[in-house]
Structures are given as structure tokens and as C-alpha cells.
């Protein structure tokens, strides 16, 4: 499988498009200014306890409380809390743990109440963005990422990926691992980790230790609600995270983006960085690999398939609802359940890619075609399953239902991906009704004496639909004479077959369109 990554920057911030073998699969946007990412650390400030939620309101600084429950609360939030007032303080001058004492763990079915108190400090980490009306959720059980392991404070377990199988590698890295890592801190070891050498592990783990030296270093200095630590840019966080022999291109269109990327690539991978490459031709960035005509096929209330069937998409804010139609593709009556299963499969294989590239979370439930044989029932939920491998999101898929439906819970982090692919009509600005065609020529007229008599200009073009064009120009005794025998210069008149039908525009000698 081939990867590409198009990074288009504008003014508004960056739109990275992650392509396997051509085909458009996630789509990221990350704005300038992103604040609230997942993964950002704030300096919370407990403004309202509710003991009915066992939950608390936090300000982080966003337009409304984020959510903190017990359960994202941590097993040490106790020494969170502890190290944050002696670190506040003044008190406690060390960069890491070693002398800290950690506290004991909390209840697991304890009461929010219990621990946090109103107007309390408290470092959260942002585990899922702002989406509609809701501020963002949070969690205390903080942990920091790398491209090969996670650090954890106040803990000392070495986890490790079930992906890796092997006892002796599980073996291998643990013992790596627990030779470099600082005391009271525990590591996730990531798969991507596996047949890694120590210089590479040693190297990401003491990355991550900087951050936290540098977390430690603000928390005594940052005010109430602000942000202590940021998460990697999304561009990077995709490359941490994905970066494989896999990938043959990077493209990037900013100069200072590519230096930055290709260093990044470099420092985690030194021997793909060449695979980064700067964007140059005037062409949009996004239109010369095909991805614009792609976000405009692939988004929208109805996906057209390639063998003639589509789906219809509908989304609530939690719920969104997939319906699988097989349009124009016909068959016999003897193959009406092959028909069928073959159109199935082909829908399952989109639906997994739309998921990742709307970003689509909550409930998913796909209507597919109706099928028969329990064989295929079976064959289309075991595909749809092997689709879903692709996608980095947690998800479960249950099996269809009585009545047919496929349901997918999946993990939402962020706000769902949503691009409006139909234009605004340029002929009536989105109201539905135009000018009366009847006074077309009067306008045209109007405009045309105010340009030669008012701003006097000397050769101009009158650019029109072809339709109109044949009006002006018919007859012995046309418009077009008229005019010249009216203000004595010879008006052209081109015929422009893009425009629609009352559409006109004036050009001047420069062939520069002469704004009225």
C-alpha cells in the first residue's frame, strides 16, 4: 500500500490529505491558534462540583467549563494535586520525581467530592475537542506521547502493545525500557516500538522526559486556566503516529512547513526524509493531485460508488444513519442475492474509509441490502471488519442485527469533518430568483453609457453568454450598430459559453475586467 501525504498551508491555518494508493482516505484541518487539541495540558481551576454527575465543571479558559468525571480523574490525581501545590509553592525545585513521595491511589467507585474541592489547581489533559455546544472533556490521568512509548507520571508499570506477540521481543523491549526510565514514571511501549534498537527507544524516551522537565518548569509560573504544555501540530502528530517505509511522498507547499517536516522526519527517521519535497508549480496544491475533486466526490449527503450504486448519508450530533442503495446496477432475478452481496461489499469498503475521512463518531448505523443466505451475512460483517483494521479510531462493530443493520460504535475525539460541497448559485446568490431577463439589456445598456460617457473609456468588451451575443449581434440594424452610431466607437462583443445566462462583465483595453 502506497501513502502519500499532501500538506496544503493557507492563511487560515494547514489541511493535510493522508492518500493510499491515490484514494483520499483521512483528512486533517488544523487551524492557527488550534487551541484545545487533544493531548494539550492546561492549569485547570475547579469552578462546580456535581455530586449527581460525580463530575466537576473545570475552567480551562474555553467559552464554557470543560467536563473532568471521576473516572478520567486518574488512579494519583492525589499526587497531581500534590505535586501542583508544592510546585506552586516554590518548594519542590527538582525537574523529575525522584524525591517526590507519590500518594495513595484513589477509590475506584468514590466520589468526586471526596478529592477535588471548588477553585482547587488541578493539570488536565484535553481528551476530546469542543464539539457543538459541549466545552471540552478532560481527563487528570496525564501521559505524554512519543513515536515509541507513552510516558506516565506516577506510576511504575511498563505496558506494553498486545500487537506485539512475541514473548521474546515483549521481553526484549521491557528490559530496555526499564533500564533508561526515570524513577516513578511508567511507560506504554508503543507497537511501532517492535524490533527498534536501544539507541531509538533511548532517544524517544528522553524526548518525552524533556517535556515533562519542561511542564514541570511552567507549572510554577502558569496562571489559572492557561495552557502549561501543547501537543505536537497535527502534521507532526500524523507523521509520529503513521511514518512507515510505506510512505514514498510528502508534499508540502510553505517553505517553512517543509523545514520543518523534513527536520522532523530526519530526527525520527533519517532514512526517509527524502521523501519530503516542496511544492513549487502555481497550481494549487490540492487540485494537482486530484484531492479537491476528491473532498467534493466524497462529501456530501449522497456518495456515488463505482459500479453504479451509492450511499445516503445522514448525521445527527451523535448518531449518524448510512443507507445503501444500488442505484442503476441491475440484475437478473437469478442473481439478485449475488447482486446484492457484491454491491454490499463494495459499499462496506467506503463506508470504512468515510469514517476516517469525516471523522465520523458516536453511532453509526448502516442499512445495507437486504441478503438472504446467512453465509453472506456473515462474509459482509467479517469484510466490513477487516475494512475497519485501517482505521487508528477505537470502534466496535456488532453483528447485523434482525432486521438487517450493521451498528459501528466509534471514538470521537474531535469535531466530525464536515465540507459543504455545493456552490453557492452565482446567477441568484442563493436566493432562487434573478433579475427579469426582460430588463437584461436595459442594465446592459446603463452600464455601458456610464463606462463611455462617464469614464470615458476607449476600447472596451462586452462579455456575455452566447445567446446573448446572437441578440446583440442579429439584424441589419443590430444593438451593436446602434451603439456605434450612438457613442461613435465600435463596441466588441464575446461570447463567453461558462457564463450563465444574465451574466455580463466589461473589459477594457488591457483586457482587465472594469469593476462597476
Not at 490521568?141 to 515509541?148: M, P, Q, T, V
Not at 510516558?151 to 533508561?180: A, C, G, M, Q, Y
Not at 475521512?357 to 469484510?383: A, C, S, T
Amino acid at each position: 500500500m502506497v501513502k502519500e501525504l499532501i500538506i496544503n498551508s493557507t492563511p487560515h491555518g494547514v489541511t493535510i490529505a493522508l492518500l493510499q494508493d491515490k484514494q483520499l482516505v483521512e483528512l486533517n484541518t488544523e487551524h492557527i491558534n488550534n487551541n484545545y487539541a487533544v493531548g494539550d495540558i492546561y492549569l485547570g481551576k475547579i469552578k462546580k462540583i456535581m455530586p449527581g454527575l460525580n463530575a466537576a465543571f473545570v475552567d480551562v479558559g474555553y467559552e464554557k467549563d470543560a467536563f473532568l468525571h471521576y473516572l478520567d480523574l486518574g488512579p494519583q490525581v492525589q499526587s497531581l494535586i500534590k505535586l501542583t501545590k508544592i510546585v506552586k509553592n516554590g518548594s519542590y525545585k527538582e525537574k523529575l520525581l525522584n524525591s517526590f513521595r507519590p500518594e495513595q491511589d484513589i477509590n475506584k467507585s468514590g466520589k468526586i467530592s471526596e478529592v477535588l474541592n471548588r477553585n482547587m489547581l488541578l493539570p488536565v489533559q484535553i481528551a476530546k475537542e469542543p464539539i457543538s455546544t459541549k466545552g471540552p472533556r478532560l481527563s487528570s490521568d496525564l501521559s505524554i506521547a512519543g513515536r515509541f512509548s507513552v510516558l506516565v507520571p506516577f506510576s511504575d508499570v511498563i505496558s506494553i502493545s498486545k500487537k506485539i506477540r512475541s514473548n521474546t521481543e515483549r521481553n526484549r523491549l521491557k528490559k530496555i525500557v526499564e533500564s533508561i526510565k526515570p524513577k516513578h514514571f511508567g511507560v506504554i511501549i508503543r507497537t511501532v516500538s517492535e524490533g527498534k534498537g536501544v539507541e531509538e527507544l533511548q532517544k524517544d524516551l528522553l524526548d518525552l522526559i524533556a517535556k515533562w522537565e519542561t511542564f514541570s518548569r511552567r507549572l510554577e509560573t502558569t496562571e489559572p486556566s492557561k495552557k502549561i504544555l501543547g501537543e505536537m501540530g497535527r502534521t507532526s502528530t500524523i507523521l509520529r503516529d503513521l511514518l512507515n517505509p510505506d510512505f514514498t511522498n510528502i508534499h508540502v507547499n510553505d517553505p517553512a512547513i517543509y523545514e520543518d517536516i523534513k527536520s522532523y522526519v530526519h530526527e525520527i527517521s533519517p532514512d526517509l526524509d527524502k521523501i519530503v519535497k516542496f511544492y513549487k508549480h502555481k497550481e494549487p496544491i490540492f487540485e494537482h493531485f486530484g484531492v479537491e475533486k476528491q473532498i467534493k466526490t466524497s462529501f456530501g449527503k449522497t456518495v456515488n460508488l463505482a459500479g453504479g450504486a451509492y450511499l445516503v448519508v445522514e448525521h445527527t450530533e451523535a448518531l449518524h444513519v448510512i443507507d445503501v442503495n444500488s442505484g442503476n446496477r441491475t440484475a437478473s432475478k437469478e442473481n439478485q442475492e449475488e447482486n446484492a452481496f457484491q454491491v454490499n461489499k463494495e459499499a462496506a469498503r467506503e463506508i470504512a474509509r468515510q469514517l476516517r475521512l469525516r471523522d465520523m463518531g458516536g453511532i453509526v448505523v448502516i442499512d445495507f441490502i437486504d441478503m438472504h443466505k446467512p453465509q453472506n451475512r456473515k462474509e459482509l460483517f467479517d469484510y466490513l471488519k477487516e475494512q475497519m483494521l485501517l482505521d487508528r479510531a477505537k470502534h466496535t462493530i456488532l453483528p447485523p442485527s434482525k432486521f438487517g443493520l450493521v451498528q459501528i460504535t466509534r471514538q470521537r475525539v474531535r469535531p466530525e469533518m464536515n465540507i459543504v460541497t455545493n456552490e453557492k448559485c452565482p446567477a441568484c446568490d442563493g436566493t432562487g430568483e434573478i433579475k427579469a431577463s426582460i430588463v437584461l439589456m436595459d442594465d446592459i445598456q446603463n452600464n455601458l453609457n456610464y463606462i463611455l460617457t462617464e469614464q470615458n473609456e476607449k476600447k472596451i468588451t462586452l462579455c456575455v453568454h452566447p445567446y446573448i451575443e446572437a441578440y446583440i449581434k442579429k439584424g441589419m440594424v443590430s444593438c451593436q450598430m446602434r451603439w456605434f452610431f450612438k457613442y461613435g466607437k465600435w463596441i466588441n462583443v464575446k461570447g463567453v459559453p461558462s457564463y450563465f445566462l444574465t451574466q455580463f462583465n466589461f473589459l477594457n483595453s488591457k483586457e482587465e475586467e472594469i469593476k462597476l
